[in-house]
């Protein structure tokens, strides 16, 4: 799995994404590198974690065909410009981000054609990185699905949680820290 043609990867995410911006053209960048340094063989041995909800997301997205309703494309709220590739044969994993810095120095008109033609030593920086996923974690199936204690809903691969000040549980995030939403009347 690697990226041969940039451009024509690119395209692919600006239709997808919506419109042309620096943030498709580095997405395009830091796949290429991670699915470069993770070398995967096929995409069931890929997993995917961006650190942010930007445009830089979608391009990863389409670059490596990772999904979320796959589970091998995860989303880590850091707001960074970074992402992080695991091979799962060989466990390896790569984390490939923006030299710091970098986004203030070329945000300019040319910043988008800049981004896709500059070495990646002048672009990017990546580390090889260990990455402890659980098997509930894994793409697949639901390894475990309990009803929350509080609403009733299930929930999946152990995303739930004990109160430790009552000790109630099983008991949703929701539940247990407080939903993002409130109910409307």
């Known amino acids: 799995m690697l990226i041969t043609d940039v451009r024509e990867t690119l395209q692919r995410c600006i239709d997808y994404h919506g419109h042309f911006c620096a943030g498709q053209s580095l997405g395009v960048r830091l796949a290429k590198k991670g699915l470069e340094l993770a070398a995967p063989e ?6 995917v974690f961006v650190e942010n909800d930007r445009c830089i997301a979608d391009a990863v997205l389409i ?16 707001g960074r410009m970074a992402a992080t590739f695991i091979n799962l044969k060989n466990n ?27 070495p990646d ?5 990546w580390k090889k990185v260990k990455v402890n996923l659980k098997k509930e974690e894994l793409p697949g199936k639901p390894l475990r699905t309990v009803p929350c204690s509080k609403c009733g809903e299930k929930v999946f691969d152990g995303k739930d949680f004990t109160d430790p000040a009552t000790g109630e549980g099983p008991l949703c995030k929701a539940c247990l820290q407080g939903a993002y939403y409130e109910e409307a009347e």
Do not use: F, Q
């Open 42 to 47: 096929d995409l069931k041995d890929l997993i």
């Open 63 to 78: 670059a490596t065909g990772t999904r979320l309703g796959r589970r091998n494309l995860k989303y880590v709220d850091y």
């Open 92 to 118: 390896v994993a790569w984390r490939v981000s923006l030299i710091p810095g970098e986004k203030e120095k070329n945000s300019g008109p040319d910043a988008k054609e800049y981004v896709l033609t500059v």
């Open 121 to 125: 030593e002048e672009l990017l920086v």
